[in-house]
């Protein structure tokens, strides 16, 4: 297949389900550490009820020698099947604003509205289309942001993957225990063509469960992807929060094509909102 006619495409699922497939057997060892990073992540869900982030975005081509810098506000919002959504707006593409910088993501959750979900969704979709790509082969994305690997962990979603205690790590200071996890359950949380599972890794905090940084693999047709997450301490939540994403995206043709990107994040404030609006 020419490399030109090839779109694949990486989309978490609207609806994430659970079970749905195989329930694999988790060890004595790190089933442990798989229930306190549950726990953490159930305490996660009830401490990021609306937040905002400032996100600043360097993506690259470099066999093109082509880069991009977004800068986008990041908006969370808890939604009890999947636990959060992520919807990214972005306002300014390499110093020229795209928009008004005006919060209009988080605005729409703050007021009485039956289709703000739709909407914010519409202005995620639209954010999409600043992500660089290669000239010579598009692919669509929107797993690039920070959270998607949590769902793997989330304590609905554990049974869906084989687990292993791959070994200990320091993380900031912290002692970390690095699982791995291989998704075997149908359907699959992050939609590909070839339908594959993703694999990946977790460095879990010891003694409190807190998540210190992901890693997220998927490997469809000639598309490989790692995401890898690390998350800082933030006082104002007492949750350890987004600090650096890195990705990095390899399209095996003759030649390789590589597509880097590194988003940092900072000025992490909530919003209140109206008790009102359903996310779905």
Wanted: proline share 5%; hydrophobic share 45%; charged share 25%.
């Amino acid at each position: 297949m020419a490399i030109n006619r090839f779109t694949p495409v990486l989309a978490i699922i609207a609806s994430l389900a659970a079970g749905g497939g195989q329930s694999p057997k988790v060890g004595d060892q790190v089933r442990p550490v798989l229930d306190a990073a549950a726990s953490y992540l159930d305490g996660y869900e009830r401490g990021l009820t609306a937040v905002v982030a400032a996100e600043t975005y360097v993506q690259r081509v470099p066999v093109e020698g082509r880069s991009r810098t977004l800068k986008s506000d990041l908006v969370i919002v808890s939604e009890p099947a999947e636990g959060w959504v992520e919807f990214r707006d972005v306002y300014e593409r390499d110093n020229a604003a795209v928009r008004d910088h005006d919060d209009r993501i988080a605005a729409l959750f703050m007021k009485p509205n039956p289709i703000a979900a739709a909407q914010a969704r519409r202005i995620a979709d639209e954010s999409a289309r600043f992500n660089l790509t290669p000239v010579r082969a598009t692919f669509q994305r929107n797993i690039n942001v920070p959270f998607t690997a949590l769902r793997f962990l989330r304590r609905v979603n554990q049974p869906r993957s084989y687990w292993e205690l791959d070994r200990s790590d320091g993380v900031a200071g912290r002692r970390a225990d690095v699982v791995s996890f291989d998704e075997r359950a149908l359907p699959r949380l992050i939609a590909t063509k070839q339908q594959v599972g993703a694999r990946g890794l977790f460095w879990i905090d010891r003694e409190t469960g807190a998540v210190l940084r992901t890693e997220l693999r998927i490997s469809s047709g000639p598309l490989v992807a790692v995401i890898t997450v690390t998350y800082a301490a933030h006082p104002t939540f007492k949750l350890w929060l987004p600090d650096v994403m890195d990705e990095r995206y390899l399209i095996r043709a003759n030649p390789a094509i590589e597509v880097t990107g590194r988003a940092e994040y900072s000025n992490f404030r909530q919003f209140k909102v109206d008790s009102s609006i359903s996310v779905k």
